[in-house]
T-cell receptor, first 115, second 113 residues
Framework: SQTIHQWPATLVQPVGSPLSLECTVE??????LYWYRQAAGRGLQLLFY??????ISSEVPQNLSASRPQDRQFILSSKKLLLSDSGFYLC??????????????FGEGSWLTVV | GNSVTQMEGPVTLSEEAFLTINCTYT??????LFWYVQYPGEGLQLLLK?????DKGSNKGFEATYRKETTSFHLEKGSVQVSDSAVYFC????????????FGQGTTLQVKP
């Protein structure tokens, strides 16, 4: 069966410091990968998605970047965090196919507090 | 553009009460529709889905029917439990759109014993 893991689960970072959140998927090949952010009291916003190694699409302009160095690895980064980057970050995956219904599966999430 | 609108919360119910959380959508074509649940401090879990009109998704006593004529996908449960307390998100995904989800704003459900 497929599983998705992301880490760290919680982190507190000072303004201006770098960020790296990592996500890996097991049990599937060539998944679509996603990073979503959920700000406090708000819905989910798609930040990045990737359909293959090295292929990244950004949905909103921001202080963050994403990379996909391996088929099942997706990394969210920042060189200098802002206070507004605080939130709950969720990695997710899906596979294309006639029976999948484009279902997306989420990781456990990472709480980021920028202070 | 595509969008999802959910009823605002929080919704507060007593245990064993009937639950309805309304969800309507705007989309061209035939999207897939989903309900996700987020328990306190956790990520999102897929609760149920429907991929075509008149399909009914069901799981853990929850149900939702894809109504194209009213562009709705309301979530229902006949008898809620305290353990159902969570945030519920309605979402849609367009075929051929890389599976990206468009979410509603979420509805918080509080079930009291």
């Amino acid at each position: 069966s497929q599983t998705i893991h992301q880490w760290p689960a919680t982190l507190v970072q000072p303004v201006g410091s770098p960020l790296s959140l990592e996500c890996t998927v097991e049990g599937t090949s060539n998944p679509n990968l996603y990073w979503y952010r959920q700000a406090a009291g708000r819905g989910l916003q798609l930040l990045f998605y990737s359909v293959g190694i090295g292929q990244i699409s950004s949905e909103v302009p921001q202080n963050l970047s994403a990379s996909r160095p391996q088929d099942r690895q997706f990394i969210l980064s920042s060189k200098k965090l802002l206070l507004s980057d605080s939130g709950f970050y969720l990695c997710a995956w899906s596979v294309e196919g006639p029976t999948s219904g484009n279902t997306i599966y989420f990781g456990e999430g990472s709480w980021l507090t920028v202070v | 553009g595509n969008s999802v609108t959910q009823m605002e919360g929080p919704v507060t119910l007593s245990e064993e009460a009937f639950l309805t959380i309304n969800c309507t959508y705007t989309a061209t074509g035939y999207p897939s529709l989903f309900w996700y649940v987020q328990y306190p401090g956790e990520g999102l879990q897929l609760l149920l889905k429907a991929t075509k009109a008149d399909d009914k998704g069901s799981n853990k006593g929850f149900e939702a029917t894809y109504r194209k004529e009213t562009t709705s996908f309301h979530l229902e449960k006949g008898s809620v439990q305290v353990s159902d307390s969570a945030v519920y998100f309605c979402a849609l995904s367009k075929a051929g759109n890389t599976g990206k989800l468009i979410f509603g704003q979420g509805t918080t459900l509080q079930v009291k014993p």
